[in-house]
């Protein structure tokens, strides 16, 4: 009996990456935490929902890159489907572009992969107890922006990109045409073509040939980071 008590006990916790060997790795790590358990995983959006939607997990950790719709999409499919279930985002990408796009779309939290694996740890317990979380350095750039310290010619040019826009400019540096995208993001060709244009205007550039170019270079940029 005592046994199952603790097994209650445990918090639940649904990972999704798109990476086999990252999901190993936070499963071991979660798992031998005494009060937290991983109740499931996916490497996709339309999976992970699915999924969640029958095991009611307590907590979402959550990569950008997926496959096929991204992880800005499934934060907001949990925030539509599953009300109430905390999201806490582990990727790569930079916090400072994305962090406040993932908060913004109802994800509770936002940590680096880089980071120490004791943080990830910090970082489940302070969103399952309903809190934010985000780095020192993270919290400290979005309260100057709240004051007003922060300048628009500090801003990337990305900033300007609605998440979809900034999801297929990735693709782009990534290699993918635009037939590629429309299968990988699940949309017509026409609609792809329609965000490259957005693209292209909102970044100023002159053509096809530059968007490749600056995508590229972007891309690589983010590897380094």
């Known amino acids: 009996m005592a046994t199952e008590r603790r097994a209650r006990a445990k918090r639940t916790v649904f990972i999704i990456d798109d990476h086999p060997i990252v999901r190993e790795g936070l499963v071991q790590l979660i798992n031998r935490e005494p009060d937290l358990v991983v109740c499931g995983q996916a490497e996709d959006t339309y999976g992970a929902v699915k999924a969640m939607e029958s ?3 307590d907590i979402a950790v959550a990569d950008i890159s997926l496959k096929g719709a991204d992880g ?3 934060i907001k499919n949990v925030k539509m489907r599953l009300p ?11 916090e400072s572009l994305y962090a406040p796009r993932a908060l913004r779309a ?5 940590i680096m992969k880089q980071e120490a694996t004791e943080n990830v ?12 979380y985000l780095s020192e350095r993270m919290a400290n750039k979005i309260l100057q922006q709240f ?13 300007r990109l609605s998440d979809r826009e900034l999801e297929v400019f990735r693709l782009i540096g990534q290699g993918y045409g635009t037939r590629r995208i429309a299968q990988e993001l699940r949309l017509s060709v026409k609609t792809v073509e329609s965000y490259r244009e957005h693209i292209k205007d909102k970044m100023t550039l002159s053509d096809a040939s530059e968007l490749v ?10 590897k380094m980071l």
């Open 84 to 94: 109430g279930l905390p999201v806490l985002v582990l990727s790569i990408h930079d």
């Open 147 to 159: 004051v007003g310290a922060g300048t628009t010619a500090q801003r990337f040019s990305v900033d």
């Open 106 to 110: 109802g994800a509770l939290g936002y």
């Open 55 to 57: 095991l009611k997990p």
């Open 72 to 74: 800005m999409e499934l």
């Open 121 to 132: 740890l910090v970082a489940l317990r302070r969103v399952l107890s309903g809190e934010i």
């Open 213 to 222: 170019q600056h995508a590229i270079r972007w891309v690589e940029q983010e």
